[in-house]
């Protein structure tokens, strides 16, 4: 009852909303050529080498990983089959919610992390979680016919997705050892995998660095937490299933205009900038960013996920606890699990090197949750805090080269140099 009502009331405001806000459109810029370039062509189009790979997981999903074998005016040095010749050390860089390996490479060469780090003298490698725009595909189950291909969370990513990867890239380069950088859901899943019991990762990961940490969630100030209000909504699958139905997140024009309402309540931006939905969730404002860069963002987000994903980052806004996903009742959790709660994650036995980049102004990274991680990680070699970076201007910034990346190419340097 109080889930109708809530959703009645919910159904009136959109309404209005979509009759109050019918402002003109903003004026069209200058069409930038890098909106219409796939991954493949955007790497190549700026001088770098660029390969598609297919990484099966356990459990079936085909995973699309891209790799810069080697930097601008260099060439590869597997060239030749001398079985002296050194070879650059692999560094797998990993996308946050909703996002693709795209973000990487989205901004000019000497901005880029993924051009930087290649032209530094690492192997470069991309990836992409199950479910987005270049991991959407399994062995069995088609995305867009079937259910089962969206059963997943980001339990899954962290306890397949990301060990597949890394073997299959060590395996490629016959390297023991990688370099790992996350952004947001990319360090989500490294601190619930990283120190997991039944993994051992630990040895193949020289240092990792973590852009916008996330693991508790209970302070964030993105707009997502307005769909999981407690107060109002008991079953939080149920009223997400109810709003976006249970496969696929794609949200509707009327939820991405309610919820843009909040994202841009104080912040004046261009209108398609709070339509999209990365940008509502992650925080709209751009003033770290190139704003002529913006229609090349828009063009290549957001980069898809489930819709049990997007409820399991609901759960823990509202538990405020870094667990497994909650099947809601005691007995599909014992189903699921063996135990009638979710298992918890620990990060406190992880033992690679980690360096930690955080923000105040962070929408989904909050200070306070990211204390938790401060207060738990036992392998900190190195933190960096930024005054002023949302969640986006870790990746997209037109100043994270001198504010983030010098520091952390040092850092990886010293636990894993190129080469
Ligand atoms: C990008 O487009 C080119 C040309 O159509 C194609 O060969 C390549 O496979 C595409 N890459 C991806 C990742 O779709
Ligand atoms: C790479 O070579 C091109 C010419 O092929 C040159 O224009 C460019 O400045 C060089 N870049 C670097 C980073 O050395
Ligand atoms: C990046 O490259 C552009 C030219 O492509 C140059 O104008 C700019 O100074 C460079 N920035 C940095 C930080 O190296
Ligand atoms: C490693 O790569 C080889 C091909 O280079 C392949 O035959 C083998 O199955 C791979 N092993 C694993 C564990 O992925
Ligand atoms: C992981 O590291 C261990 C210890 O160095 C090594 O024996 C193993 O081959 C590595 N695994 C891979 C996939 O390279
Ligand atoms: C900002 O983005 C525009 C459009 O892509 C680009 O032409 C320009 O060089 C960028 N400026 C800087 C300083 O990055
Ligand atoms: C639960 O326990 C049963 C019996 O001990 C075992 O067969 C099953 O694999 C366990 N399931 C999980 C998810 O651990």
């Not at 089959?81 to 996308?95: C, I, K, N």
């Not at 969370?153 to 950088?181: C, E, F």
């Not at 360096?355 to 392998?379: E, K, M, T």
């Amino acid at each position: 009852m109080q889930i109708l009502l809530f959703y009645l009331g919910l159904s009136i405001l959109l309404l209005l909303i979509a009759v109050c806000s019918s402002a003109p459109l903003s004026t069209p810029q200058k069409h930038d050529p890098d909106c219409d370039l796939n991954i493949t062509q955007l790497i190549q189009s700026k001088g770098y080498p660029c390969e598609e790979h297919k990484v099966l997981t356990k459990d079936g999903y085909i995973l699309g990983v891209f790799r810069i074998s080697h930097g601008r005016n260099s060439s590869s040095s597997s060239s030749s089959s001398s079985s002296t010749a050194v070879t650059r050390r692999p560094v797998l860089l990993q996308h946050g919610l909703l996002d693709t390996a795209t973000t990487w490479v989205m901004n000019l060469p000497n901005q880029s992390l993924g051009y930087i780090l290649a032209d530094t003298g690492y192997d470069v490698w991309l990836g992409n979680m199950r479910g987005n725009h270049f991991s959407r595909a399994h062995t069995k189950y088609d995305p867009d016919h079937d259910n089962e291909f969206w059963d997943f969370s980001w339990d899954d990513m962290a306890r397949d997705d990301l060990p597949s990867m890394i073997s299959y890239i060590l395996n490629v380069t016959k390297h023991t050892q990688i370099g790992y950088v996350g952004h947001s859901q990319g360090t989500l899943i490294a601190f619930a995998q990283f120190g997991h019991i039944d993994s051992n990762l630990q040895n193949n990961i020289s240092f990792w660095a973590a852009l916008a940490p996330v693991a508790h969630l209970g302070h964030i100030k993105s707009p997502i937490k307005y769909l999981a209000p407690a107060a109002v909504v008991k079953d939080i699958e149920r009223y997400w299933h109810l709003l976006f139905g249970s496969d696929e997140f794609l949200p509707s024009s009327y939820i991405l205009t309610w919820l843009g309402t909040y994202a841009c309540a104080e912040i004046i931006v261009e209108r398609a900038v709070c339509e999209n939905i990365l940008f509502i969730l992650c925080g709209p404002e751009t003033k770290n960013m190139n704003d002529s860069r913006i229609p090349v963002y828009l063009a290549h987000e957001p980069g898809g996920t489930s819709v049990k994903n997007m409820v399991h980052y609901a759960q823990s806004i509202r538990s405020n606890l870094f667990q497994s996903y909650d099947y809601g009742s005691p007995k599909d959790n014992e189903l699921h699990y063996n135990q009638t709660t979710p298992p918890m994650y620990s990060i406190r036995p992880i033992k690679i090197p980690t360096a930690i980049f955080w923000s105040g102004d962070d929408w989904l990274a909050d200070p306070v949750d990211v204390s938790y991680i401060f207060d738990n990680l036992q392998s900190l070699v190195y933190e960096k805090y930024i005054t002023d970076y949302n969640h986006l201007d870790f990746v997209w910034s037109i100043s994270a080269n001198k504010i983030i990346y010098t520091d952390l190419i040092d850092q990886m340097q010293k636990y894993h140099p190129p080469n």
